[in-house]
Structures are given as C-alpha cells and as structure tokens.
C-alpha cells in the first residue's frame, strides 16, 4: 500500500502559498500537481477540514458553526476508511477548531490535539472569537516533533496528518528562517512552510520515501489582512466585523492552494480549472484503489496526466455571522452568507447571497479579480438551498 501524508497550512492565501517564495511549498509542488484554482467550502477551520476528511459540504458533514456542532456521526471520514484498510492513522493538530470535541479525530488511532490555554487561563475552545484562538496554538516544531515520534513507531502503512497552524493571528513569527517577507503574516507562512521542509527531510531520514508516499497539502482558508493585499476587505475597507476569516466568501479567504504528489500524479504540473476541497477526498480514495464512499465531490484523476478537464461550481457558506451577531452587539445586522463561484469557457464569476435577506452580489472575477466592483441586487434570486443548485 501506498503511505499518506496529509499537510493543513491553515489560514495560509493562494496567492501567498503561490507567491514562489516558500521552499517547501515549491518542492511539493515540483513533486506534484498544483491546483491554481481550489476553493473551500467554508472560511472556518472545523468546518473546512471536515469537508475535507468528509468529502461533503458544511450541510452533509453537519457542522455549520464554529461552537455549535459536531461531525454527523452517520457521515464516514478518510481516516476511518483508511484505518478500515489496514492502515495506522495518526494525526498531529495545533488549534481549538481541531479539538476532538468536533468529531474529526474519529478513526485517528492517534491524535494529538494538545494545545495551551489561553494568555488569561480561558479554555480556547469555549472562545468564539476566530482572531483570540490564534493564541493557542502549538507551534510548528512540536507538530514535527510529534508526527515524527508517532512515525518512528509505525512499522507498516501509515496516514498521518500533520496541521500547522502558525499562520494564524497574531502573526509574530517566532523566527527568521530566510525568506524575503513583506509583512509579519508571510513571515508566519515562512515559518510554517520551513518545518512543513524539516518533516519531509525526516520523513526521507525515517525511510519512507517521498516518492512513495501520496501527500495532499491544502489550506483550510485565506486571510484578510485589513489592506495589506489588493483583494482584501477587512476593517476600515468596509467589513470591520471581519476579523481575518470568518465572516466573509471573497477569494480573500476562499481560494485556497492545494497540491497532490505522489503515485499516479504527474509531476511539476499545474491545473487551471476551478476544483474544491470536497474534490479530496474521493481523489485520494480512488488513487489508492478503496472504495469510494457518498461525497459532494468528485475524483481529480480526470486532471492527470495533461492538467486539462472541466472548472467544478464551487459553493462556500458561512454561518459564523449568527454567532458573531449574537455575540457583539456592535453588528446587530450580520446574515449568513452562501456563495456560488462559477468558471469555464473564459469567464469566472461569484454569486453572494445574504441568506435570510434581500441583498444578492454578483461579481466578474476576471475583469474585476479583488471583487471590488459587483453588482449589488436587492430581491435578486433566492440562494441555493445548500449545496444543492451549486454541484449540478
């Protein structure tokens, strides 16, 4: 069998994670295949990662809020198939939206989700504020360290996944590790990407070959840094609700890198059609010849060996107004959002609807890429109910 690596740079931008600056990231991508256009389901890390180890959008795989659900227990997950198939499944998590409280541990063997308190002593995971959560966090040596102690015991086939969550607020980079930042949050990425090096150099020092091994590398969402890029929304540019991620579907935070290697996937390949986090799952399972089971998504073997194949709908959805409405009553007006994101045939473009309201966007993301200049309809057409209208 064919040992699995999954890699969660969490909060970590496309265009940053692309920007050629990143080591490791480039190596992987030398190694692999590239998606340019790979969009998540949603701008959360619970929900995100569970539509990826799911295959299934927010509304199958259940949770839809950042503190209110858990992982459908009927819903089956990678690790439990893989797990079924003989495998040793283990997993090194680094924040309070991984907690085992969310039900994405189920069929880990092993999963370490260890992570400090809070500065004042509050359990992080009763804390509903996206950007104070950054400051639990286990930081990316310990994530090496760990994952390499759990391999150094696994005598057979393994998946392990390994969450690095540096990127995160409060974006204070611990170290230089030689990259030309332009700002503290590339330096986090940096610093993510330089252990993400050191675990692929230990695992090639352990005697698991990278070559043999199927890595999938995704990022769960962006960041909006308030300014600090052009595509940005945050703060004083309109939305001051928006505390990096969370409340929001623009590009920002929905387009996301993703990058496969391994046997059966070319090599030093890009892909420009539009993809989705859900396309993982079923991707994985058919590369290991398992039994695929029902997801929202579909396989992206068709993609290899020429990088050519139709765009995919993407749909997103954030739920994370109700409980940041509620909670503040500075914004008494937040809605939820659902979004649609069409490509194909010289055109992509995004449909935002406010759910419960009037208010529908409509942006040209060709002509108008930072989503600056959409149209705004009230009374437009209803939303998607869920995922349905987005994936036929």
């Not at 690790?79 to 880990?108: H, M, Q």
């Not at 579907?249 to 890198?257: E, R, S, Y």
């Not at 986090?277 to 068709?302: C, K, M, Q, R």
């Not at 749909?315 to 008494?332: K, Q």
Request: net charge negative; glycine share 10%; charged share 25%.
């Amino acid at each position: 069998m064919t040992n699995v690596l999954f890699v969660s740079l969490d909060t970590v931008r496309a265009d940053v994670a692309y920007s050629g600056k990143m080591p490791g990231i480039e190596s992987l991508r030398r190694r692999g295949t590239t998606f340019r256009q790979a969009i998540s389901s949603a701008p959360l890390t619970p929900i995100s990662h569970a539509s990826v180890f799911t295959g299934r959008h927010p509304d199958g795989h259940g949770i839809r809020h950042l503190l209110r659900e858990r992982l459908s227990s009927d819903v089956p997950t990678l690790a439990e198939r893989l797990r079924a198939a003989g495998y040793a499944t283990g997993a090194v998590v680094s924040c309070p939206g991984l907690n085992k409280w969310y039900g994405i541990d189920r069929g880990f063997d092993f999963y370490d989700d260890e992570i400090p308190r809070l500065p004042d002593g509050t359990d992080p995971l009763t804390v509903g504020d996206v950007k104070m959560r950054g400051l639990a966090l286990k930081r990316a040596p310990l994530v090496v360290e760990r994952a390499c102690e759990w391999l150094a015991e696994q005598k057979g086939d393994f998946m392990l996944f390994a969450h690095f969550f540096d990127a995160h607020w409060p974006y204070e980079p611990p170290e230089d590790v030689g990259v030309e930042a332009d700002n503290p949050y590339e330096g986090e990425v940096a610093y993510s990407d330089h252990y993400l090096g050191r675990l692929l150099a230990r695992m090639e020092e352990m005697g698991h070959p990278l070559d043999d091994t199927l890595i999938v590398t995704f990022s769960d969402h962006g960041e909006d840094l308030a300014g600090w890029y052009p595509n940005d929304h945050s703060g004083e540019l309109g939305h001051p609700y928006e505390e990096g991620h969370g409340c929001l579907l623009f590009d920002t935070t929905q387009h996301v890198p993703l990058i496969i290697g391994g046997p059966g996937v070319p090599r030093d390949l890009e892909v420009a059609a539009q993809v989705r986090l859900v396309d993982i799952a079923p991707t994985v399972l058919g590369l290991l010849g398992l039994e695929e089971f029902e997801t929202d998504g579909a396989s992206l073997a068709e993609f290899f060996p020429t990088g050519s194949g139709p765009s995919r709908p993407a749909y997103s959805e954030t739920y994370y107004p109700e409980e940041r409405r509620t909670a503040d009553d500075g914004y008494p007006d937040l809605l939820p959002l659902t979004s649609v994101r069409l490509a194909g045939d010289g055109s992509r473009q995004k449909v935002i609807w406010h759910v419960g309201g009037d208010m529908v966007e409509a942006y040209d993301l060709l002509n108008d890429p930072h989503e600056l200049n959409g149209q705004r309809l009230i009374g437009g057409a209803a939303p998607p109910k869920d995922h349905s209208s987005s994936d036929g």
